[in-house]
């Protein structure tokens, strides 16, 4: 009914900059908060950002000052930008999202497939 597909991952030297956006399509009515989450092999998945309809913003401690999360509403669309990435910040990056569906008005929570990022030089 919903999807998000995520867009933007790959590899990336340190210090380096990327892009993430994540696109929500489906049975919309609209979305509350949108977040982007991260994991690495055998950790827990942690929250790295959130950001909600009226564009509050929450970040993690570990990616303040370097990340930043913003939306297009009108696209359904979250991005992330991360800035002087670190080997620490190799991760599989998670689209989430809380979902308010057409008709129905419920609200539901979507994950996206996930997209890596990798930082090394």
């Known amino acids: 009914q919903v999807q998000l597909v995520e867009f933007g991952g790959g590899l990336v030297q340190p210090g380096g900059s990327l892009r993430l956006s994540c696109a929500a399509s489906?049975?919309?009515?609209?979305?509350?908060?949108m977040r982007w989450y991260r994991q690495a092999p055998g950790k827990e998945r942690e929250l790295a950002a959130a950001?909600?309809?009226?564009?509050?913003?929450n970040y993690a401690d570990s990616v303040k000052g370097r990340f930043t999360i913003s939306r297009d509403n009108a696209k359904n669309t979250v991005y992330l930008q991360m800035n002087s990435l670190k080997a620490e910040d190799t991760d599989v990056y998670y689209c989430?999202?809380?979902?308010?569906?057409?008709?129905?008005?419920?609200?539901?929570?979507?994950w996206g497939q996930g997209t890596q990022v990798t930082v090394s030089s």
């Open positions: 989430n999202a809380d979902v308010i569906m057409r008709w129905t008005l419920i609200a539901r929570n979507y």
């Open positions: 489906g049975s919309i009515s609209s979305i509350n908060e």
């Open positions: 950001i909600t309809a009226g564009g509050s913003t």
